[in-house]
């Protein structure tokens, strides 16, 4: 059984007064104002991928002991026909960003049915899979009016829950505790508020089948559209305090331990002068918004520069550098392999020794960077946006495996012909075949001259393209741009 109690629109200190132990919050004062012991879902309503927006309100919370998990959208839809339309494909981005850049915090959405109360249809929408979303709420609301009240809808929705790929095991029971106002039930009728024994039998109905949720959902303590919700009922809040109590009594003997976060610690240097911040520690550092210098230690440390012109030291692959767009020029320098986070404003990528000769990998993100190897071989990778790549001497490899798009052409500024290679991936540059280009896939020209010419070569321009049909129908588009008239072949190229 749960041994977190979660509602939403709430203080903390009000439904403190029913039992519940997870809060609704969207600011770090509301987390932090929170009741000793109480925890916070962070709500985020961001359904757009790892934005600015979005990350600009994530990162605030990094390394707070309090946050539990994120609620990033309350029953979104994948059609955008009912509801606020989401792709599973950026709840997944979000979902991924938060569990690399708060490890153990969770990431959760309530699910809408596509189908009917009599029929619920979750199909073709989210489930872990597709989304990496640690849970989903099941909210199946069966007191209404019309008749005799249909506890078995909650059965049809883990079902159909179930049905898309959803495991009982990732699913939150969502407890219906409001009823009238505005809302309208599929049935034609209008949600009644539920005397005691009818929250008893809601909650047994999800008891046995969904018997051990990481957290339970009492909808709602605040009303929203002009109902009486949980907030409004002495019998509710009774009710609720005797069941979260009861519940959590159960639970002190071991059967379910509640879930936990181990909250990183903080070091926030002064703000009264730019500085360099250091630790023998591992966890979260926060600039001051003046010009920092910020080492990492050998954990997997976040760092946050919070404005202006940033250095970062990372010396773990699983280092974080939170940087948002527009907030100063921006570099991390890097003594083992290191890619930078989707999201993250950076405008230069280094190894912190140039002339050393370890084979350091680096790879850059969807905003343009300058991202330069050191005297080893390396492998670069720009990944997207109006790059500048450099080896820096040794057998370097420039990596080409992000969706070509007009405009983003990365710059090889220093390829050579007799030690570097160029690698093109296969799913990206179609009609291509693993393994060592062949010949008749590469031309020099200022574009295709028959029909295998896939990579071409313009050495007038140092423009490298790629054509997917030579010269048939479809353009060919700028990739990279390389020093002119270099004597490329199709050896200087492989495809993975």
């Known amino acids: ?4 109690h979660y509602t939403s629109g709430g203080s903390g200190a009000d439904i403190a007064t029913a039992g519940f132990n997870l809060a609704d919050v969207s600011s770090v004062d509301q ?211 005797q069941h ?5 009594n159960l639970n002190h003997s071991g059967d379910a331990p509640a879930p936990t976060t181990t909250p990183p610690v903080t070091s926030t240097p002064s703000t009264s002068a730019p500085s360099t911040v250091t630790s023998p520690s591992h966890h979260v550092f926060n600039g001051t918004g003046s010009a920092d210098v910020i080492h990492g230690t050998t954990g997997a440390d976040t760092m946050i520069g919070y404005g202006y012109n940033d250095t970062y030291y990372v010396n773990n692959a699983g280092d974080k550098v939170v940087e948002l767009a527009g907030s100063g020029r921006d570099t991390v320098l890097a003594s083992v392999t290191y890619a930078l986070s989707t999201g993250s404003a950076i405008e230069r990528l280094a190894t912190t020794s140039p002339s050393g000769t370890a084979a350091i990998n680096l790879t850059g993100n969807e905003f343009s960077q300058t991202v330069t190897g050191n005297a080893g071989n390396n492998v670069i990778n720009g990944r997207g946006g109006h790059d500048i790549l450099r080896g820096g001497g040794g057998n370097d490899v420039f990596v080409f495996d992000s969706v070509l798009k007009i405009g983003d052409v990365a710059k090889v500024a220093d390829f050579s012909v007799i030690h570097d290679k160029i690698q093109l991936d296969h799913k990206v540059f179609t009609g291509l075949h693993v393994g060592p280009l062949a010949a008749g896939q590469f031309h020099v020209g200022a574009s295709a001259h028959g029909s295998t010419d896939h990579i071409i070569y313009n050495s007038s321009t140092g423009a490298l393209s790629f054509d997917s049909d030579g010269i048939g129908g479809a353009h060919q588009i700028q990739f990279a741009a390389l020093s002119h008239h270099l004597p490329l072949t199709a050896s200087s190229f492989t495809v993975v």
């Not at 059984?1 to 977190?4: I, P, V």
């Not at 026909?81 to 960003?97: F, V």
């Not at 979260?244 to 959590?248: E, I, T």
């Open 31 to 241: 987390l932090n104002a929170l009741p000793a012991g109480m925890k916070g879902l962070v709500w985020l309503g961001e359904t757009n991928g790892t934005t600015a927006s979005f990350i600009q309100k994530v990162t605030p919370f990094i390394g707070n002991p309090k946050v539990f998990g994120f609620f990033l959208v309350d029953e979104p839809d994948p059609t955008g026909k009912w509801g606020t339309y989401a792709s599973a494909e950026n709840l997944k981005a979000e979902s991924d960003w938060i569990h690399s850049h708060l490890p153990g915090t969770k990431t959760y959405i309530t699910m809408m049915s596509l189908g009917t109360s009599a029929n619920p249809d979750f199909s073709n929408t989210y489930n872990p899979a597709n989304t990496h979303i640690d849970y989903f709420g099941v909210d199946a609301y069966p007191v209404r009016t019309g008749g005799v009240i249909d506890y078995n809808m909650i059965d049809r929705y883990v079902a159909a829950a179930k049905a898309a790929g959803i495991p009982v095991s990732q699913m939150i029971p969502g407890y219906q505790a409001f009823g009238g106002g505005n809302y309208n039930t599929d049935t034609g009728g209008k949600y009644v508020v539920p005397t005691a024994a009818q929250e008893q039998t809601i909650i047994d109905h999800f008891a046995k089948l969904v018997p051990s949720p990481a957290f339970d959902y009492a909808y709602a303590w605040g009303s929203q559209q002009g109902d009486t919700a949980l907030g409004q009922s002495p019998a509710l809040k009774a009710f609720f305090l």
């Open 1 to 4: 059984m749960a041994t977190l």
């Open 244 to 248: 979260n109590k009861s519940v959590d």
